[in-house]
């Protein structure tokens, strides 16, 4: 049996439990996403990285 574990949905949901937990959090967790996002697609994602 092989398990796979995305990094995608693992952020996602810590994200949406720090929300939940602090709601003034979101606006620094949706600036950080879209800072690492930008950065992976400027460089290229490091080769076989791929955020889904």
Request: hydrophobic share 60%; aromatic share 8%; proline share 4%.
């Given at each position: 049996m092989n398990m796979t574990l995305s990094i995608g949905p693992l952020v996602s949901l810590l994200a949406g439990i720090l929300i939940l937990v602090?709601?003034?959090?979101?606006?620094?967790?949706?600036?950080?996403?879209?800072i690492i996002i930008g950065l992976l697609g400027l460089f290229g994602g490091g080769g076989n990285f791929h955020i889904r």
């Amino acid at each position: 049996m092989n398990m796979t574990l995305s990094i995608g949905p693992l952020v996602s949901l810590l994200a949406g439990i720090l929300i939940l937990v602090v709601p003034r959090l979101l606006n620094y967790i949706v600036a950080i996403y879209l800072i690492i996002i930008g950065l992976l697609g400027l460089f290229g994602g490091g080769g076989n990285f791929h955020i889904r």
